[in-house]
């Protein structure tokens, strides 16, 4: 018989199958994308590019030549703009307002050929800091209220280049999901008084059944509430709600967890698609004492159907138990660095 | 410039593309499906599936044999199981219990090559019959609180099995999305003393902008707030919370409905892939009177990527004032019957 769980923080039940799981040979992975055409993220392309806003250019060099090692410009097709009012009004029952924001684009290599996950650790660690570094500076903009950092790779994941690239999305609303984590972990922070990432990371390392890999600051585990197979979460161990408030030390570590992992899903799926989204605080002056950002990793094995779209909730045939005991084993050799 | 939308029941926002907005021709579609072997849902198989428990067999007949319109089995591979116990239960921070419930296929037709929006109105009224007989049937199960309705067509719409077919899956909780309406639609009513879905009905009515087609019972409109691409919602004019009550007249009008609009989203998209879903109040004595049950209709035409899964909301690049426009303005000849 299958199981269904309930997380805490959300208040979501998953159906998981612990009857007749299925493991990794289960899915079939796409190929990897590949689009025609000159490539915008290329070294000597840089017009091709909408102005550049931050870079890492070790010998310097005009913002429009090759010479980079990480570029963020604007999204030439953005979802949301910098300039203008809010207009927040009514319509009958309706509320709208103007699509004001930014959308930005982290160009993390200038090698088309090279994924993320082929990145050297230092490499890693200044795509961190550049998300760092433009999440502090979009802090200045009183009209925005929350910054998405968030990672598509592959086609079914929704990406629509291949070089690779990350992508920052500034708006001026609190997303829904985050409200519900928001208050999620606020009832719990009531109830407990304490922190409930906190106790579920506790419990995960008790536990030791759904631990992928763990470094001094921060442990990738498989949630026991896993919505999706492979779903990996990257917790710090460092109670914090606001990632840009990382420490530089912890800025490598992440780097190293988030390689590590992205490794181990590649040696056990075979580079799937996927998507991860930094879960951060919202921008506002107090402190979210509840609140614990974080890393959720989906590799895009299934298909949302119906019973998705109908119940808020999923059906995942592979228990994070079995999910986390392939990625554990899997060879894994650690970068030099 | 972008418009952020904002639903009153959900309190979602959306982003909706105004400025550069995609038509019809905008999108991929992917081919039908064809899957191999022998088909389980056609005549003289019969035997392939879990035994009968509901049919439509005007001749009479043995619940193996052929001679039937329509049948209900339970599904092979079931998410949840009818027996045992729920055995709710904590596990540290976590919750779970036993995967009780029920999970039932609809196969509508005999016929393996006709497409659900290709059937007759009285047949399309069969099937919601069923619909119907087995919730009122599950409802005896005291475990049970929620009964979900849906359908997925084509292959990234999650089916998995070609021939027309629909699925009920009845839970033991009330799921998350569904709580989320209901609590939405209880805060409107509270404040306004009136129903969320009636006045929502009544403003798409008048603005007469996203109305697709109508008929004496039901409307059926692209709502303000779509979160993805030609999302169409079909609602009943008369309130009412839950699906299963609904009167002989009205299957039929649901029917017809229900038919058109497939048809025209077929027209305009050529068969896209979609999912399903009837959004009907959970299992309980008192009726809910701020709820009102409906049909929220999705073509699977775009990704599902980090932005969303961050947020919890949509990037929509087509407006659903364009969508109702292809929709209503499409060559569609109703059915004789």
Known sequence: MSELRRDPISGRWNIIDTTQPVGPEGFEVEPPMQSAGKCPFCYGNEAMTPREIYAVRPQGGPPTGPGWNLRVVPNKFPALQIEGDLGRRGLGVFDLCNGVGAHEVIIETPEHDRQFADLSVPQVAEVIRAYIARSLDLRGDRRLRYTLLFKNYGLSAGATLEHAHSQL???????????????GAGRYFDFRERCSYCDVLHQELQEDERVVCENRSFVAYCPYVSSFPFETWILPREHRGDFAKITPDTVTDFARILKETLGRLRTVLGNP?????????PIEPREREEYHWHVELIPKLTKIAGFEWGTGFYINPTPPELAAKHLREAAWVPAAV
């Open 169 to 183: 999305i500034a708006l001026p609303i609190v997303p829904k999901r985050v409200q519900e984590e928001l208050q």
């Open 273 to 281: 698609p996927y998507n991860f989204v930094i879960h951060t605080a």
